[in-house]
């Protein structure tokens, strides 16, 4: 009997785990469209749909609610129904609802079909790591977790890129529906991609379907090694992993919440208030440095960004409601940043572990936190803000990489929906407290940020350096 992480190290990173990088990739690249570039399709629709400061942070807040209280659910049936018809089904839904929203009139009616739209969209958010990493041997898996990740740059730069030559547009079509349609254009074709792809072979192993499990990875073996390679000429009758549950061992949801939190405790509480503050760093903030820098870009005289928006406060001035390319540059260059952060971040683990490199990070988002009290040049400024989203962002990669490893395939996706619940519960916070809070006491905004870094350093101090496998048993 053959462990399959031999099996794939035998294989190798071929043709099969190419495609299924491809489809994880392209599916990225949607999912960072519906959670981040809908602030730019938000910035060009303020005006429209009437959407101030407290409706933005409650539509992104119920969006990220919605996710919130399904992401369980949906790491609950990627564990027993598998993770590729979970993203299939709930992807076609969450892409046919967000469709349906470029359409919407007013607002509330566009605020409940991006609620309906995030429910189904955080199955793909549990779930495409988790298909991605079980195609993928132990000792690549953050390499290509982080190359995978490169998709968010892309989105960044994809859906600015396209919002600088459309919302400029006098055409009698809203611009921004135009936008959010063509945000959708990835998630269709990994959809696409999906429905030729099989399903994990981990999957399989876990819930004790050997035969299934063989099939997929003879195919493997056929892609990456020829159509006259087999797993026999490999040596390889059958297949197994490390911690494998047994079918006399299916306990169901709740007690596999138990092990959970009973076994894998203290690392499950550091995961989890670890996603909670990096997750409400990378994916709230960057809706607001828009929203910022847009209600700024008129202002000539240097000053901090808290002087800014209280200067806003006792002097308004009119919305700006037709946006041109000019507001879309800081966005690119936030692309290409990200872009380049996690390529940095792929070569820096060839000689650093992940959990150097998430400190590393986490200092920079503290000093990033700090400079937004002082600087004042428009320049500085963003590139403090960058400093504070762009590190987390990185972060939640590489801690996502770790707790796969740490976590048994039967109890991965149930352990990751539940860390994600509480990256999706830092996000609504970080959201509404940053809505309630930026116009007026900016300065505490930002300083609590850096206390929260400083606990998440330290409790991530705590994990670690790298997880074995097969130092654990079930």
């Not at 005289?301 to 806003?312: M, S």
Request: charge should be positive.
């Amino acid at each position: 009997m053959s462990d399959i992480d031999d099996v794939f190290a035998e294989l190798g990173f071929g043709r099969m785990q190419f495609v299924v990088l491809f489809c994880c990739f392209v599916l990225q690249v949607w999912i960072t469209n519906e959670q981040l570039g809908i602030g730019v399709v938000l910035a060009g629709a303020s005006c429209e749909l009437e959407i101030h400061d407290k409706r933005l942070a409650w539509l992104m807040a119920g969006n990220f609610t919605a996710q919130l209280v399904s992401c369980f659910l949906w790491g609950q049936l990627s564990d027993v129904h598998g993770r590729r018809k979970v993203i299939l089904l709930t992807g076609i839904c969450s892409n046919l609802l967000s469709i349906l929203s470029a359409f919407m009139p007013e607002f509330w009616g566009f605020f409940g079909l991006r609620i309906l739209s995030g429910f189904f969209l955080s199955a793909s958010v549990v779930s495409c790591l988790t298909y991605m990493s079980e195609f993928t041997k132990v000792s690549l898996r953050p390499r290509v977790l982080t190359i995978m990740s490169y998709a968010i740059g892309f989105s960044l730069i994809y859906v600015p890129a396209l919002a600088g030559g459309i919302l400029p547009l006098d055409i009698k079509v809203s611009a921004w529906r135009i936008l959010l349609l063509l945000n959708q254009l990835p998630g269709a074709i990994g959809i696409i991609v999906l429905i030729f792809l099989p399903e994990s072979p981990k999957y399989y192993l876990s819930v004790g379907e050997q035969e299934k499990a063989m099939k997929v990875m003879e195919r493997v073996c056929r892609m990456n090694k020829g159509k006259n390679a087999t797993l026999e000429s490999f040596g390889v009758s059958s297949l197994t992993q490390p911690r494998l549950r047994h079918k006399s061992m299916f306990l169901g949801p709740c007690q596999d919440v138990k092990i959970l939190m009973t076994k894998y405790s203290k690392f499950m509480w550091i995961f989890a208030f670890a996603f909670f503050s990096l997750s409400g760093l990378a994916f709230a903030l960057p809706i607001w440095m828009l929203r910022i820098r847009v209600m700024t870009s008129q202002e000539e005289k240097p000053e901090t960004i808290c002087n800014l928006l209280q200067e806003k406060i006792t002097s308004p001035k009119d919305v700006k409601c037709h946006l041109t390319y000019d507001e879309m540059e800081d966005p690119l260059i936030h692309g290409f940043v990200v872009l380049s952060l996690f390529i940095v971040t792929s070569l820096l683990l060839i000689c650093l572990n992940r959990r150097t490199l998430v400190l590393l990070f986490i200092s920079i988002a503290i000093l990033g936190c700090a400079l937004l009290n002082f600087v004042k040049a428009p320049l500085l400024i963003l590139i403090s803000f960058m400093a504070v989203i762009d590190p987390p962002m990185c972060c939640i990669r590489l801690t996502s990489s770790l707790l796969i490893d740490f976590i048994p395939t039967h109890l991965r996706g149930k352990a990751f929906s539940i860390t994600l619940m509480m990256g999706r519960c830092g996000v609504l916070m970080s959201n509404l407290y940053v809505g309630y809070t930026l116009t007026h006491v900016c300065y505490a905004t930002f300083n609590s940020f850096i206390l929260l870094l400083i606990v998440c350093g330290i409790l991530v101090f705590l994990l670690p350096a790298e997880y074995r496998m097969d130092s654990f048993s079930m």
